[in-house]
């Protein structure tokens, strides 16, 4: 999948994400965890992606559960610093587009989309682009049983967007928060 152009990117090796979801299960709560325990679960994550597909580069992370804190209480801190020194990019979720001008790079928002159509996704695209924004859709499941979208959804948007690849953009979260990052000087 790699050598065809797709991003394999971070998403940690243990997926933690908050005790109030009810299929988080025991030691991988965030509220449990600290900035050490995160980051080297990141960079554990990092390094076994790089040993399993040699030349995998640079790539961008994505928060588990779109969760960006470890701790509870007076004691939650945020590690999106964490990521933002070992990736030039980061995906979210919060169902909005980005502006390309302003957005965070280390929380592009994304749209999770669930049972969706692709005139749905089609659909959802049309005001992003208009608007000059930047659209990242996050499939957690493609014609599976967990958070899913139908196969013939995802075919009919790629359809949709390559008749149209003279005029969106297409590409990685990496590829596109690096050319953004170049751009803004960062």
Known sequence: MHQR????????????????????????????????DIEADIDAATERIQTLIPGAGPMSFAYPCGQSFVGDGPEQRSYVPSVARRFVTARSVGNAD????????????SWLVVGVTAR????????TMEGGRWGVFCFHGIGGDHSSVATEALDGLA?????????????????VGRYLADVRGV
């Open 5 to 36: 152009g797709h991003e394999i990117g971070n998403h940690t090796i243990s997926h933690p994400c908050s005790q109030r979801h009810p299929y988080t299960p025991p030691k991988h709560a965030l509220e449990d965890w600290t900035l050490a």
């Open 98 to 109: 980005n502006d390309p001008r302003t957005c965070d790079l280390h929380r592009v928002q």
């Open 120 to 127: 749905e996704m089609i659909e959802m695209m049309q005001s």
């Open 159 to 175: 359809r949709y967007l390559k008749k149209r690849e003279d005029e969106i953009w297409v590409d990685t979260v990496y590829h």
